[in-house]
């Protein structure tokens, strides 16, 4: 018989899943930004409150709840087409492209020579071609692709997961192999996050990934080649400390798939012997990367970084003056000082942790570096935290999920506002002033980060660790 506080935890599950079923059915993100923003607010409230009660429940039932929890959630992700981004259209051409025996870095999506490739799922026309997520191809013809006029921009890790999941998708199955592909590595990662957290008596904290709502929007609904990179970082991470080469490769497999994963390098350095001990790892990452890369040096006859220049110019990272870029920081210092404070400031952050950071905890470094360059760069996308969310689940330092809920603040609520800027940099004031005082908390109480209760009857690791010293 399930003790009561396991039958709490499936009752709040099943709200969860039934909540994020009607966000990811409601097709609000153009037409009624507001209204879908109190749906991601009741989600992630039902997430808080079954986290906090998983804490309590027996040992012997987290792993189950967990799993279980991690695919039902998954699920939710399925049931309806991608809702408030149009990346994956972008995946399935690559895939398409690449299928035809063309390299996907050689043309843009508009380019009259790949026009036998297109099909009315990806390139409608008429009626169809009405909508807020339609691009103008022609006079005729409209896209459902995001940017048709510029190269992609994913490494060869992604657009490899791109060609093998063309591979296996059946004639018309149009948005679910992908979808399907997000749902599947969303669960992957719930299964090595329980395995590394093992270890450690915490396996109750992998929910912080297997249950969050960004995990069925992001990396299901939208289908964001993002889980893929999170799943090598989390292997990665899991690794490193005991095997160099071995971190090392997974990570550059993190890197190849989506750059951003490079940010937690400081924590897999963390602790390191030398030289020779950091090349094992950075080396090793860097030439898993080259060797992806260089098929596609030789098959292409255009940059294999695509767009990835101009992307940087878009979004204002080579700015400080543009849109909500730097936000916090342009708080407080003049606008040409921000680009330079954050290079900075990330600098002295990687140093700190390569020199201070815990060689047998090394996500916590790679959650302080992640986390404060988000801080200091203040993203426009939401997806982009699925990275932290899973750090959150290897280190426990809860706070930082307040990050990953102001990216949605700032990628969905300030839609509906007049001043979206506003609402960005209010969002990551709050989340930066809650991890600011969690940190103070911590330092106070003289519990280091990371260090949260555990499931009843499962030992921590401190506890572990006092037992085999005492055994020795």
Not at 55 to 80: D, E, M, Q
Not at 318 to 329: G, K, P, Q, V
Not at 374 to 381: D, I, M, N
Not at 428 to 434: D, I, K, Q, R, W
Request: hydrophobic share 50%; with cysteine; charged share 15%.
């Amino acid at each position: 018989m399930p003790s009561p506080r396991t039958l709490t935890v499936c009752a709040l599950l099943a709200a969860l899943t039934t909540a994020l079923a009607v966000t990811v059915g409601t097709d609000g993100y153009h037409s009624d930004p507001a209204g879908l923003s109190w749906w991601y607010a009741v989600c992630w409230a039902l997430f808080a409150v079954a986290v906090w009660a998983v804490r309590k429940v027996p040992a012997r039932a987290v792993v189950p709840l967990v799993l279980a929890g991690s695919l039902a959630i998954a699920v939710t992700g399925l049931v309806a087409p991608p809702r408030t981004s149009t990346d994956m259209y972008r995946y399935a051409w690559d895939g398409r492209v690449q299928a035809a025996g063309i390299s996907p870095y050689d043309h843009v999506p508009a380019d009259p020579a790949l026009s036998r490739l297109r099909d009315p799922w990806l390139f409608p026309s008429g009626a169809a071609c009405t909508g807020p997520d339609r691009a103008r191809v022609s006079a005729e013809v409209c896209t459902r692709l995001n940017r048709p006029r510029v190269h992609t921009i994913y490494p060869p890790q992604a657009e490899g997961y791109f060609r093998v999941v063309h591979a296996l998708s059946p004639d018309g199955a149009r948005h679910k192999p992908l979808q399907i592909g997000g749902a599947l590595l969303s669960v992957a990662t719930t299964v090595a996050l329980l395995l590394i957290l093992r270890r450690r008596g915490a396996r109750w904290r992998a929910a912080y990934w297997a249950w969050c709502p960004a995990v069925p929007v992001e990396a299901v609904n939208n289908a964001h080649v993002d889980v893929l990179g999170v799943l090598f970082t989390v292997a990665a991470l899991g690794v490193v400390a005991r095997h160099r080469r071995a971190g090392g490769a997974l990570l550059g497999l993190a890197v190849a798939t989506k750059m951003l994963p490079a940010v937690v390098l400081p924590g897999a350095l963390a602790g390191v012997r030398g030289v020779r001990d950091a090349a094992r790892v950075a080396v090793t990452a860097a030439a898993v990367v080259t060797v992806l890369y260089a098929p596609y040096l030789l098959w292409s006859r255009a940059s294999v970084f695509g767009f990835l220049g101009g992307y940087v110019a878009e979004e204002g990272y080579d700015d400080a003056s543009a849109r909500n870029r730097f936000a916090l920081l342009r708080l407080v210092l003049p606008d040409a000082w921000a680009l330079p404070a954050v290079v900075v400031v990330l600098a002295a952050v990687a140093v700190y942790v390569m020199r201070r950071g815990d060689p047998e905890r090394p996500w916590a470094g790679a959650l302080t570096v992640t986390g404060t360059a988000f801080l200091l760069l203040t993203p426009g996308y939401s997806w982009y935290a699925l990275l932290l969310v899973a750090l959150v689940a290897l280190d426990g330092r809860w706070e930082w999920l307040t990050v990953a809920v102001a990216g949605a603040a700032r990628y969905v609520t300030a839609r509906a506002f007049d001043e979206p800027d506003t609402v960005g940099t209010t969002a990551y004031a709050v989340a930066a002033g809650l991890v600011l005082a969690a940190w103070v908390r911590r330092r106070h109480t003289g519990r280091p980060g990371g260090q949260e209760p555990t499931a009843r009857g499962g030992p921590s690791a401190a506890t572990r660790d006092a037992s085999s010293a005492a055994s020795r």
